[in-house]
Structures are given as C-alpha cells and as structure tokens.
C-alpha cells in the first residue's frame, strides 16, 4: 500500500505543477488581456490516464479535472485571474483499486501584465499563488501556499501566432516533492477559417519526484472554434513523450466573454 500511496502522488503532482489557465486547450499561454472592465468565464474539463509495470505489477491511474477560472480586466494590460479545480483520481494495481479520491483543489489568483506589444510581438508577466484549499491528506493539495512566476511571448504572423513560455513555480508542499520546478513550453497557433483555429503544443517542466532521472514532456494538438467574439469550444488531446508524462489526456473546454 506505502508503494501505491507514493505512486499516486506522484501521478496527481504532474496536475499541479503549472495553473493551466492558457488559451485551451493549449498548456502554453498568450499575453491577450480581456481589456478593461470585462470578463471572461472559462470552463474546462481533462481526463487522464496512464499505465505504467512497477516490480510486476499493472499500475492504472486515472485523473480527470473539470476547472473553472474567472478573469476580470482590472485595466487594459492588466487581468485578475481566479480558477477552482475539481479533481478526481483512481490508481489500480492488476485490477484492483487502491486510490481513489475526489474534491476541491488548491485555488490558483493570478495576475497577467502585457507590458509590451509592437508589431505584432507581445510580452507579458503572469505571478501567481496557489493557496492551500485543496485536501493534501487526500491527494487533491499541495497542503502549503506556493507560488509561480510565468514570462509570455508571442509573435503574429498571419495566419500564424506563435508562443513561448518561461516558468518557475515555487512547488511548496507537504508531500515531500521537489519544490523548485522549472517550466518551459511552445504553442503555433493557424487561423484556418475566421472561426476555426488549429493548435499545437510542446513542453517541458521539472519532475516533482525528487529521485526522478527524467523530467515530464508533452506534445498536444486540438482546435479552438469561436462562435462568436463572446463564446468558443475547443478540444485537444495531450501525450507524453516519456513515461514521468501522463501517456494520455483528453481536453475539451467553453470560454464565455461579456
């Protein structure tokens, strides 16, 4: 049992690294700002699984996430940022249930500056705290108040946007993971139709598992349809690249602007 408790949170951990309030279902953000005043209500679901041979046995892990994030437009480069995740895992061993938890996660406030936009380049400052809302006991928090810190650029070149993102997120935690973490993340986005826009995703960020050799990679590809300026949808599907990385997960998610 000590092992499958150490597996799972190791696997719930990969969930917590970065808050994932990006363009979805791209995991790499853009510096757009809602302009001030509006708002924007983003829902988002994702649903992971995983299979990994630990000693001989089958280990399957299951984590699925519905998130929703409020963004305010304090000013027209600033926004405030409030998500709330709900999470819920299962780990099996050959079959048999060892894990399984649901609940409130640790609520993420953050705050996006565009402070430079020329000629179709931007660069934006995203700081943010994760506060400890989320059950640690249980798999669903960190049980300490961490922090992020994310640098965002992106360049336009029709009918292409191009993205970039830097990270470090202070990964404060009672479960004895690696707190400093390391983020780095690469987004093309097509403008394919006025409404449809395809996206693709790569990145990279630092194992939580302190005796890990290798750290999480992802590739990710989805669509974004737009509706209107005011609603979209999107779906995506993420894959890891490496065995620390989920080796699937599925994304779909509503963005409602007023």
Do not use: C
């Not at 363009?23 to 809602?34: G, S």
């Not at 994702?46 to 984590?63: H, I």
């Not at 300490?144 to 990964?171: D, M």
């Amino acid at each position: 049992m000590k092992r499958s408790l150490i597996i799972t949170v190791l696997a719930v951990s990969i969930m917590y690294a970065l808050p994932a309030f990006a363009a979805h279902p791209l995991i790499t953000d853009d510096p757009d700002t809602q302009g001030k005043g509006k708002f924007q209500v983003e829902v988002n679901g994702e649903s992971g699984f995983d299979r990994e041979t630990v000693a001989g046995v089958t280990v399957k892990a299951r984590l699925s996430e519905i998130a929703t994030s409020l963004s305010y437009g304090v000013t027209k480069e600033v926004d405030l940022i409030v998500g709330i995740p709900y999470r819920n895992y299962s780990v099996k061993e050959d079959g048999t249930t060892v894990a399984e938890e649901n609940g409130f996660s640790d609520v993420a406030i953050e705050v996006k500056w565009r402070f430079f936009e020329k000629d179709g380049f931007a660069l934006a400052f995203k700081p943010g705290v994760s506060l400890a809302t989320g059950d640690e006991q249980k798999g669903l928090g960190t049980g300490k108040t961490g922090y992020s810190a994310l640098l965002i650029a992106s360049k336009e070149l029709e009918p292409l946007t191009f993205l970039v993102n830097l990270g470090h997120i202070r990964n404060e935690n009672k479960a004895d993971e690696q707190v400093g973490l390391w983020h780095i993340s690469a987004a093309v986005l097509y403008k394919a139709t006025e409404h449809l826009k395809l996206v693709a995703n790569v990145g990279q960020e630092t194992n939580t598992d302190k005796n890990a050799d290798k750290e999480p990679a992802f590739a990710l590809a989805g669509a974004i349809y737009a509706f209107t300026d005011s609603f979209e949808i999107d779906l995506g599907i993420k894959v890891g690249l490496n065995d620390p990385e989920m080796d699937t997960t599925y994304l779909a998610g509503a963005v409602f602007r007023f």
